[in-house]
């Protein structure tokens, strides 16, 4: 059995996979259209949901508030779930408009609190919410999703039930820089479309026979 940090584990899978250029967007305010899209569906959907959308607001904030319900509805279907990611959008670009879409004013305004705001807003879980801090605040922060749960557990971490116990077990990201945080979410989204649907495919990965080991999360550093 050979041990990982959580850093050894992500420059090893840097090295052997190479940068993955997460997310893939042109502009932060596509990166909250993909990542609203993107819940229960794939991302091929969400390249048709997002170019019909390109093809009307050019992905214009001020555009894309402007859109009405059955208008908005028809440019996302092809990602599933229609009515409630519409609701999703549209409270989000409304929200957005207060603040003149303007981000660094969004994250002056709440500042540490931003995750709890996020959380507020119509169709935003956990997942979405970290996505966003992460590719459209830049705060680092770490994507505790299905894929990783899965992977981690393969890794032979204990106590992993879903999104929030894990990340209630990671350490704080103090040796990543928000590039590198930004890269490992994207590693681990593209291992685990490949390694960990289960044992079998996870033992054909170049992980087999690791274990990773992380060290204690400072108390109170997630809420």
Do not use: C
């Not at 409304?94 to 994250?107: G, M, V």
């Not at 996505?131 to 299905?146: P, W």
């Not at 894990?166 to 490992?184: G, I, M, N």
């Amino acid at each position: 059995m050979q041990y990982l940090t959580l850093y050894q584990l992500y420059q090893k899978m840097l090295a052997i996979m190479g940068p993955q250029g997460w997310w893939p967007a042109d502009s932060k305010f596509e990166i909250i259209l993909g990542a609203i899209l993107v819940q229960n569906t794939n991302w091929k959907n969400v390249e048709k949901s997002l170019a019909n959308i390109k093809s009307v607001t050019d992905f214009a904030p001020e555009e894309v508030s402007k859109l009405d319900k059955e208008h908005l509805i028809s440019l996302i279907r092809p990602s599933g779930f229609y009515k409630n990611k519409s609701k999703a959008i549209m409270d989000v670009f409304q929200w957005l408009r207060e603040y003149n879409f303007d981000l660094e004013k969004i994250k002056k305004v709440y500042q540490g609190k931003l995750r709890q705001q996020l959380l507020s807003l119509h169709g935003i879980g956990e997942e979405t919410a970290d996505v966003l801090l992460l590719y459209v605040f830049a705060e680092k922060v770490f994507v505790a999703d299905k894929y990783t749960q899965k992977l981690f557990t393969f890794l032979q971490v204990e106590g992993i039930k879903n999104y929030r116990s894990l990340k209630k077990l990671l350490p704080v990201l103090d040796d990543f820089t928000l590039e590198q945080a930004q890269e490992f979410h994207g590693l681990l989204d593209e291992f685990g479309k490949i390694y960990v649907k289960n044992q079998l495919a996870f033992a054909t990965s170049f992980l087999e026979g690791y274990r990773l080991i992380l060290t204690k999360r400072k108390q109170g550093s997630y809420e």
